[in-house]
DNA sequence: CCTTGACTTGGATCGCGCTCGAAGGGCGAC
DNA sequence: GTCGCCCTTCGAGCGCGATCCAAGTCAAGG
């Protein structure tokens, strides 16, 4: 079953995002999913524009390190609705803070690794001589 | 036993890397340590100077996301002696790539959660209007 | 019909990187 | 002496985040 106008296999969103289908299942079942993306008539997922949005967004707060629990919880405000807005805008600026620290700390790693490899280069310098 | 002279106890390396003691002990079981530091008379380990900077450099690799087996790949080398610092170099080098992808990848998703967080300030502003 | 293949669920297993605990040695302070 | 403390080795256990397996359902194609 492909495509089926506004929806989405398993399969496509896997494609679509670079998670395997397995992990996408293994997300839903822990709660990271804003809704549970309602079953065709087969049983089989069916992930709207909107789903594929949030895995998008979810996938991001992954990649910067938020745990799996941490996702989860905010998942949990989003569902919960409109009234967690305040709560889901601290959860995002807090990690934006910690993100911003770790793209720091991570410069200054690169700059120690540049220097070791200026080290090298000079050491061929030396011997090319 | 403190200090003597120039050598460290564990528990000081500890405290000056941030790692734990049980972790220094573990790395060097792994292979990660460029060289075994020696023991005293009482067997304890006796860190040199030398030491505390090959594991503030190996935290950096640990850091920046380098693998155990990797690092460890790197610590055989330099025990082999000058004649792979060819090999160091491209390994440095290589890494040093994936860190720079990371810090670019790192900074496009928190521009996506800064996003994120400014619709949730104009939707503050809009109901103090 | 029957196979093929993508999907379903639930639970087991895995890899990584520590972290912790047990059992014991050595040494200084009281 | 014996208490307390820091150290030793060895091996077990843990948390996280998937990843994989088993058994089954369903739909389309030959």
Known sequence: MIGMSQSLTIAEVAAETGLSAHALRYYE???LMRETPPRGGNGHRRYTERDLAW??????????G???ADVRRYAELVR????TTAERKQILLTHREEVAK????LKDDLAAIDY???IYEKLEEKYQL
Chains 1, 2 share one sequence.
Request: aromatic share 4%; charged share 35%.
């Open 66 to 68: 938020m745990s799996i």
């Open 116 to 118: 070791k490899i200026d």
């Open 29 to 31: 079942k822990a709660g």
């Open 80 to 83: 919960a609705g409109e009234s």
């Open 102 to 105: 770790r793209i720091d700390q």
């Open 55 to 64: 895995i998008r967004f979810l996938t991001r707060l992954r990649g910067t």
